[in-house]
C-alpha cells in the first residue's frame, strides 16, 4: 500500500494513507521530504514551507490559511490552520457546464410498477402516524394484523413511520411534519400505506389526506383512533383490504432511468474525499447517463465548495435558486447566533479534516460533475431528471429522510467513521476505508477504501453499479437486515 497521496498537483499538502512516524523519508514530486512529527492516517503533511497567513492548498483548492509559519513535513491541522470563510457572499454566474452524454448500453432493475407511473424498489407496507401520540398503537395493529394473516406477502415488510411531532407545532414546523409524513405515504416503496390518527391533532387527519392529492385509494387507507371503538380491530380490517388489493404485486425490469438516488455522508473522514465520495460522483454521472437522477443535500457542507456547484447551474435561474439555497442556510444560522463555519466535527478531525472547506470540497465530489438541473426546498418532491440539490441540514437522519421525502428510492451514505442507523428507505454505507468495512460489516454495505489498494477504479465502479442494482432489486443492506428504520423532521420553532 501506497504511504501518501497528492490529490491535486496545485496541492501543497500530502495526506498519509497509513501512520507513518518522524523520520520518515517520503519521495514527493521527485524530491526528499523528511517527516518532523508523526502523522495519522488519513492526515495531511506540508511538502513544502507554509509561511503564517498563506493558504493550505488540497483538492487544488485553498481549506484554509496557516495561523503560524509551518516548515515542509509538518502535521498540517486545527493547530495550525484556520477557515478563510467568514460572512454570507456575493456570487456571480459563472458557467462551467460539463454536460454527460447518454449512455447505449441501457441497464434494468427489478422494481415495482405503481398506478401513478412512480417505481418503487420496495413493497413495504407503511403505518404514517399523523401524530406521534399514536406510535405505540400502530405497533398493536401490526402485531395483531400479523398474528391473523401470518405470511404478510407480496409485502416485504412492514414499518411504523414513527416520529414525534404532529401537534403542538405552528407555522412551518407544522407544514414541515405535515409535508415529510405526506411525501412519506405517497413513497412509491410502499406498496400500501395506513395513515394513522388520533383525532384531536393539530395534523388533523382531513387536512392531511386533502394535501396528498390523487392517491390511489385502494392502497391508501385512513383512521382516526377517536372515531372509533376498537382501533386495533378498525385498523386490521383495513391492513387487510390493502393486503388483499397488493396480492398480484410482482417485481418487472424497469430502465436504470426510473433511479432516483440520494447522496449523502457522515462520520467523515480524511478519505472521504479521496476514496467514497468520487466513487458516488462517478455512480452519479453514470446513473445521470441511464436517464436517471440523483440528490445533493447537507447544504451546511457545501459552504466553501458552493461555487464549483453554481458554475454547474444548467441555467441562470437554477444559479440564483442555489445562492438561495446557500445564504438562506447560512442566516438559518445567524438567526440563533450560532458560527456559520465551525462545522467538523470532533470525530471528522480526529479522521483528519480540518476546517468546513476542507470538507466540504471532499462532501461535494459526490455530486460528480454533471450539470445541476434544480434546486429543491426543504419537503419538495423531485420534478427534473438529472443532478439536483436539496435544502437539508448535514444531520444524518434529518438529511437522510428528506431525501427519501423527496422522491429518493434510497440513499448512498459514505462514512469513515461508521455508523449503524437506517431511513424509511434503503440506506447503504459505503466505507472511505478497509479496515472499517472489515471492523463493521454489519454496519457497512460496500467498501471504497480498495481504491487505496491500487484497485482501477474502473473495476470498483462498475462492482458498485451492480450491487447496487442488486439493492433497487430486492437485496437487503444492513440497516434493513438489523431492522434499524428511523425518521427525522427538521425543527425550526416553538412547541407549544
Known sequence: MREFIKINQKDNVIVALKNLQA????????????????????????????LKNSNIIKYGFPIGHATTDIQAGVWVHTQNTKTNLSGIEEYSYLPQISYIPA???????KGYKRKNGNVGIRNELFIVPTVGCVNGIADLIVKEF??????????????????????????????????????AATHPNAGGVLVLGLGCENNIIEDFKDSLGSIDESRVKFLSSQSVSNEID????????????????????????????????????????????????????????QGGTTVL???????????????RAETEEVFHKTVSLINDFKEYFLRYNQPVYENPSPGNKLGGITTLEDKSLGCTQKAGSAAVVDVLKYGEKLAKDGLNL?????????????????????VLFTTG??????SFIPTIKVSTNTPLYQDKSHWIDFNAGSLLENVEEEAVLQEFINYIIAVASGQLVNHEKNEFREIAIFKDGVTL
Open 234 to 289: 378498525a385498523g386490521v380490517a383495513l391492513l387487510k383490504e390493502i393486503y388483499t388489493n397488493a396480492r398480484n404485486d410482482v417485481r418487472e425490469d424497469v430502465p436504470l432511468s426510473e433511479l432516483k438516488v440520494g447522496l449523502k455522508c457522515g462520520g467523515s473522514d480524511g478519505f472521504s474525499g479521496i476514496t467514497a465520495n468520487p466513487l458516488l460522483g462517478r455512480f452519479s454521472d453514470f446513473l445521470i447517463a
Open 390 to 410: 436539496l435544502s437539508a441540514p448535514g444531520n444524518d437522519l434529518v438529511a437522510t429522510s428528506a431525501l427519501g421525502a423527496a422522491g429518493c428510492q434510497l
Open 146 to 183: 400479523i398474528r391473523e394473516v401470518g405470511d404478510i406477502a407480496p409485502f416485504e415488510n412492514i414499518q411504523v413511520i414513527k416520529h414525534n411531532y404532529g401537534c403542538s407545532q405552528l407555522g412551518d414546523d407544522h407544514e414541515y411534519t405535515k409535508t415529510i409524513l405526506g411525501n
Open 103 to 109: 449512455q447505449n448500453e441501457k441497464r434494468t432493475f
Open 23 to 50: 523520520g520518515t523519508k517520503l519521495l514527493v514530486d521527485d524530491k526528499e521530504l523528511e517527516l518532523k512529527e508523526d502523522i495519522a492516517r488519513g492526515h495531511k503533511i506540508s511538502t513544502i514551507p507554509i
Open 297 to 311: 443535500t447537507e447544504v451546511p457542507e457545501m459552504f466553501g465548495a458552493e461555487k464549483i456547484l453554481m458554475e
Open 417 to 422: 467513521r461508521g455508523t449503524p442507523f437506517g
